[in-house]
């Protein structure tokens, strides 16, 4: 299903808003420290605007109100024009003066691109997940070298010289501390001593890896500089994340200096981390292992660029901030995005119960088949029953954390059809939601405001 065109009055609407009120439009960030803050309902700025200037980064980190996915596009059947005035509006009313950007975040085609552009977005996050080839990170020596054979013949225009472009990183120091390792120290050491023919097998992967996704990455980029017009580059992340092994030191660095050759300019890359990232829940890992890989990247994302690494799922990573914030050597960037639709669940659970209950049996029957786009702990039989639960516990019973984790896992993956026009339940959760907003806005600012710990603050 594509996303939802854009509507001419609203673009209308965006034009006259931003020619009356220039404070009002996004602009790029580049290298600024920034945060994306996702709006599932469009309800969510103002407690975004609320929590970024309780802690007081309006003038060092820059916000990304504006942020959707294509797949959220698809699935709520929201136009980018929509999300766009939804945020400006809300930065109007606050009369928010400083710089602020907008995410049109993992997009996987032109036609999506150039919807986004057309609604004034300024951060691309380019999403080529689909042309991972992640199944050859099993492979032998033997099927990795002949598949590399092959892909050398038959698109030799792209990887006649792969592994000699990349053999040079050997001499450059890949096997110490920005080398091969992987998810452990024990790892790291025992791939630190590589043979000469083992480094080119590894690079030989990555190519099979991640090649394709690498030159479709410079497809799409070409595609928005040929539609750009502002004199001020937009921002452009590159994502490479959704896969179930973490991204090597070796593979980032090769993906950012294949990028860089192919005239990829970028703004931020979104590695694979050790451990896991599962959504609307705390990090899941050995912080030391994570704090020592992160650094790894933070390292390569300064020397190869400089750039901003970005972590992606990176709600409610509590554990993560202090870490993150200790050991980043650059600017960064932090994704947020379900976790503004539960903390508007958790408004709904106070003020009407009854539709709440309904929105978690709903969750209950469209679980099984919603899961199948994540990458989650939670079971079925993690649900409470509803019709167990007294309204005054449907809170912590479904929201709380860590105590209610896998029901906050399953309200937060089946968004899509809870907020779909079948499901009838999207109006009735944004008015319960819109005549209580003061109180969301501080439900929210307090949730958001220590997600912020990672910059620092």
Same mark, same amino acid.
């Given at each position: 299903?594509? #996303? ?9 609407? $965006?034009?006259? $808003? ?25 309800? %969510? ?30 699935? #709520?059947?929201?136009?980018?024009? %929509? ?12 009369? &928010? ?50 598949? &590399? ?37 024990? %790892? ?14 590894? $690079? ?5 890896? &991640? ?9 799409? &980029? ?101 870490? #993150? ?16 639709? $539960? ?91 819109s005549d209580h907003g003061e109180e969301y806005a501080e439900v929210l600012s307090g949730h958001l405001a220590r997600h912020l710990g990672v910059f620092g603050a």
């Amino acid at each position: 299903m594509p #996303i939802p065109p854009n509507d001419p009055k609203l673009l209308q609407q $965006l034009h006259a $808003l931003w020619e009356a009120k220039p404070w009002t439009r996004p602009r790029p960030c580049e290298l600024s420290p920034s945060m994306g803050y996702g709006d599932r309902l469009g309800l %969510a700025t103002p407690g975004h605007i609320r929590a970024h200037c309780c802690v007081g980064l309006e003038a060092r980190v820059t916000p990304l109100f504006a942020q959707q996915s294509g797949r959220e596009m698809e699935r #709520i059947g929201r136009s980018p024009a %929509a999300v766009m005035l939804d945020a400006a509006r809300a930065v109007e009313e606050a009369d &928010y003066r400083h710089p602020w950007g907008a995410d049109a975040d993992h997009m996987k085609s032109e036609e999506q691109i150039a919807a986004c552009l057309e609604a004034g977005f300024t951060f691309f996050t380019l999403d080529p997940s689909a042309l991972i080839r992640e199944e050859a990170e099993g492979w032998s020596e033997e099927r990795v070298r002949s598949a &590399y054979v092959e892909l050398v013949r038959s698109e030799s225009s792209r990887y006649q010289g792969f592994v000699e472009r990349h053999s040079a990183l050997d001499r450059e120091g890949i096997h110490g501390p920005v080398g091969l390792a992987r998810e452990t120290p024990q %790892a790291l050491a025992r791939e630190s001593l590589l043979a000469p023919e083992e480094v080119q097998t590894t $690079l030989m992967r990555i190519a099979l890896v &991640y090649g394709a996704a690498v030159h479709r990455v410079a497809e799409l &980029y070409n595609f928005l500089m040929s539609r750009w017009t502002d004199p001020v580059p937009f921002d452009l992340e590159v994502s490479v994340d959704e896969t179930s092994t973490p991204t090597t030191p070796l593979a980032h660095r090769v993906i950012a200096r294949e990028l860089a050759r192919l005239g990829v300019r970028i703004t931020s890359l979104a590695p694979r981390f050790v451990g896991e990232f599962q959504k609307a829940v705390d990090y899941i890992g050995d912080l030391q292992v994570f704090a020592e890989q992160f650094r790894i990247h933070s390292e390569i994302a300064r020397e190869e660029g400089p750039y901003k690494v970005s972590v992606h799922s990176g709600s409610d990573k509590f554990s993560l901030y202090p870490v #993150i914030a200790r050991e980043s050597l650059g600017p960064i960037h932090l994704k947020t995005s379900g976790t503004s639709y $539960l903390e508007a669940l958790r408004v709904v659970a106070r003020k009407a119960p009854d539709l709440f209950r309904k929105i978690a049996r709903k969750c209950g029957e469209v679980f099984e088949e919603q899961r199948a786009s994540y990458h989650i702990d939670a079971t079925l039989a993690d649900l409470p029953d509803t019709g167990q639960v007294p309204d005054s516990e449907l809170e912590s019973r479904f929201l709380a954390s860590p105590e209610s984790d896998a029901a906050r896992q399953i309200l937060h993956v089946c968004f899509g059809v809870i907020l779909s026009e079948q499901a009838g339940l999207a109006g009735q959760i944004k008015a319960i939601v819109s005549d209580h907003g003061e109180e969301y806005a501080e439900v929210l600012s307090g949730h958001l405001a220590r997600h912020l710990g990672v910059f620092g603050a």
